[in-house]
């Protein structure tokens, strides 16, 4: 149990409920009590106000003026009322990346995930918890597979409703929607019912929707692995197809957290199934031409990476400005002057860069490359049956020559 004493750390992060004062411990109670200077929103204010003893603030706007407001206290005792727990998605973890562990402690409360999980009966390591709260619809549609359980954090009472109707249009229809509203408080309320019905009542500003998908959704679910059908993206063209798209994710050997560049973006395949390997994978799509920009940023929201930086410009030139990858894809421009040698000194130790050419002249440069710094080339070759007349043959899509070669470990 923690005791409000001298020794304290000069930042205390309390976590609250919907059920307000009530639900804190004693030691929270205590801390409240006793705190000269707190800071919190007008909800958390007004459910512990008859516990605030000391000089009260609300969040200013934009909300990291109240960030600044805590950090410009250090030293000196402050308060901080967050909602449950202040380390999941919440106040705590923007606070933490500013100070120590021995600056602050934090008396959570139970996460509206947690509640969500108890009320359901739903098992917390089973859930995939994703947050629609300044982000676009589409971040869940990777998430949005056969038998998953997702808890989907809203931000606000719109949210149900433009979801369950953007589950509809996917083919996600039959997907059995909970509507969770003020979790923990005296207005809690849940209501069931498929997505397709769609959502008929108000719904409390605090919300979460829960989603079960059924097994029967595999058509529509996003394959996890490399080599999506090229109809799943926009293009005019400048593809890199399927069959050749899956052994280049496989030659960039994609590991989480790592950026991609993804020189000559085209319609954004690559880099798109690069970010779609792990939530944590980034990538950098550098295109010259503008409709094409414009393609890849469509192309990435639908398919759900709307954080896939685009870059529309030329490239080397482009590239001196960019932080450094852990891979590197170039599907065009790779005659350009120096375009790699400043791609390979880019390039991080131990990182990757593939090269897919299917001229002669590009062909070269590769040859020129593997002599230069080693690794392996390889020919990739496919064959679509299509129909011919009334019959049917095979046709050959132009050869691919790919180099890759990893970056020695300095």
Known sequence: MIVPSRNMPWLTVIGV???????????????????PWIIGGERHLTLC???IKGEAHSWGQPFSTGIEQVLARRGHPTLVLASGDPFFYGVGVTLAAHLSSEDMVCLPAPSSVSLACARLGWARQGCQVLSVCGRPMEVLRPFLQPGARLLVLCADETTPGLLLSWLTELGFGQTQCYI?????????KRASRLAYEGITE????LCMVALEIPQSTTQSAL???????DACFEHDGQLTKREVRAVTLSSLAPRAGELLWDIGGGCGSVSIEWMLTDPNCRAVAVERVPERA????????MLGVPDLHIVQGEAPGVLYNLPQPSAIFIGGGATAPDMLEIAWSRLKPGGRI?????????EI??????????GEVSRLSAARLTAVGSLHGFKPAMTVTQWVAWKPVE
Request: hydrophobic share 45%; charged share 25%; proline share 3%.
């Open 294 to 301: 414009a393609r890849i940023a469509r192309n990435a929201q």
């Open 180 to 188: 969770l509203e003020a979790l923990g408080g005296q207005q809690e």
């Open 202 to 205: 108000p719904v409390n500003r």
């Open 223 to 229: 394959s996890r692995a490399a080599g999506l059908p």
């Open 49 to 51: 106000r008859s516990l």
């Open 365 to 374: 440069r590769v040859l020129e490359a593997w002599q230069k710094w080693g």
């Open 354 to 362: 593939v090269v897919n050419a299917v001229v002669a002249e590009t």
């Open 17 to 35: 409920g919907e059920e307000g004062a009530e639900g804190l411990s004693a030691t929270a109670r205590a801390l409240i009590e006793t705190a």
